[in-house]
């Protein structure tokens, strides 16, 4: 415990903290999918929580990995500074990391402690929702100075898109991909699907328009354990997956993430712990009010969020067949269960792609 409570000092004093004095100050807050956190609570001042990546992940071992390491740390302070330009303390306010063989870390505001599905009522699921889908639509109209798109790399003064060639013609090849793998998906499914599936995604591929405008900085993951909630009801986000993208497309992967994925991939162990089916109607309803939120009345941006929705939906399906015949690795087998839960979830799957919802329930309207 020594070495770890003077990584912890290292890390404070670093960050231009005062050094840690008392290990009763320090307490385990637990580990994610790549690092372990502390929660520190200075003597003078708010209380940081002080992040260390971990040696082994997914059931393999992290090697040091500079670049990468930059590209996730300064990613994330970009969009923190841009998130809380746009919303002041949706994200922690003070962030400092450091990038080192051994002594990595990245220092910040405790931003408070994760929801708890079970003690949310729908009315603070649906509130939280419409918060999160209000900042998202206001962050797409926010400036940011970074290039390209994509996930986020470090070109070894700053952070920029993965991608610099034309938005435009990438997005054709991805429409393109997407339509490829689910009609591979069909042809080797063991049961009928209904033949508008196929129809209505390609239908979302005549009307997707993503090009070099729509490009903004938003955030990959918005799972549960990632959003925070304060005693005044106010909601603070962390650990995110930056990456320059198209705003609607993210938001439609929001409301895919909790009306599907996260219900539907309990028994994986990534998830397991959250018990995400016992709370299925909590997080459709946390979807629900995103919805509201993000589109604000707006049929033609509820028509767009829509049909990424179902994209992703299809996408996701499609990709969890492949998973299922391939010789899966330990890291799958973490992600998304062994192969007789995967061959179980996907005729969910498959039954949510049947039953979509592409009416505005509230004012009948067709959005797609």
């Not at 969009?79 to 330009?85: T, V």
Request: charged share 25%.
């Amino acid at each position: 415990m020594k070495e770890t409570f003077d990584l912890i000092d290292f890390a404070l004093q670093k960050s231009g903290l005062e050094s840690l004095k008392d290990t009763t100050q320090v307490q385990y807050l637990g580990e994610g999918a790549w690092h372990q956190a502390y929660l520190v609570q200075l003597r003078v001042g708010e209380a940081v929580v002080v992040r260390f990546p971990k040696a082994e992940a997914y059931g393999k071992k992290v090697e040091f990995d500079e670049a990468a390491a930059y590209a996730e740390y300064a990613g994330t302070k970009a969009y923190y500074e841009l998130a809380n330009s746009v919303k002041p303390g949706i994200c922690p306010e003070f962030f400092h990391y450091h990038v080192e063989k051994d002594k990595t870390f990245t220092v910040e505001s405790y931003a408070g402690k994760a929801i708890k599905l079970e003690s949310f009522t729908f009315m603070e699921a649906f509130q939280a929702g419409a918060e999160m889908g209000e900042f998202f639509r206001n962050m797409d109209t926010a400036q940011h100075s970074l290039k390209g798109f994509g996930y986020l790399k470090w070109n070894g003064t700053a952070v920029e898109g993965q991608f610099q060639s034309s938005v435009t013609d990438f997005m054709k090849e991805e429409n393109e991909e997407y339509l490829s793998d689910f009609k591979e998906f069909i042809q080797n499914y063991d049961q009928p699907i209904l033949p508008f599936a196929t129809t209505h995604l390609e239908e979302c591929m005549n009307n997707r328009e993503i090009d070099e405008s729509h490009i903004i900085l938003t955030n990959q993951d918005t799972s549960p354990e990632n959003i925070l909630l304060h005693a005044d009801g106010r909601i603070s986000l962390i650990d995110p997956v930056p990456l320059l993208y198209s705003g609607d497309s993210l938001a439609g992967n929001f409301i895919n993430n909790y009306h599907t994925l996260y219900p539907s991939f309990f028994n994986a162990p990534r998830y397991a712990k959250h018990q995400f089916d016992r709370f299925e109607e909590k997080l459709q309803t946390i979807a629900d009010g995103f919805m509201e939120g993000y589109c604000n009345g707006d049929a033609a941006v509820r028509r767009r969020v829509k049909q990424e929705e179902f994209i992703k939906l299809t996408s996701l399906t499609a990709f969890q067949q492949k998973v299922l015949h391939s010789d899966m690795t330990l890291e799958q087998k973490i992600r998304y269960g062994e192969k007789a839960a995967i061959a179980n979830r996907i005729p969910v799957l498959v039954k949510r792609i049947e039953e979509f919802q592409w009416e505005d329930e509230k004012s009948g309207t067709k959005l797609a």
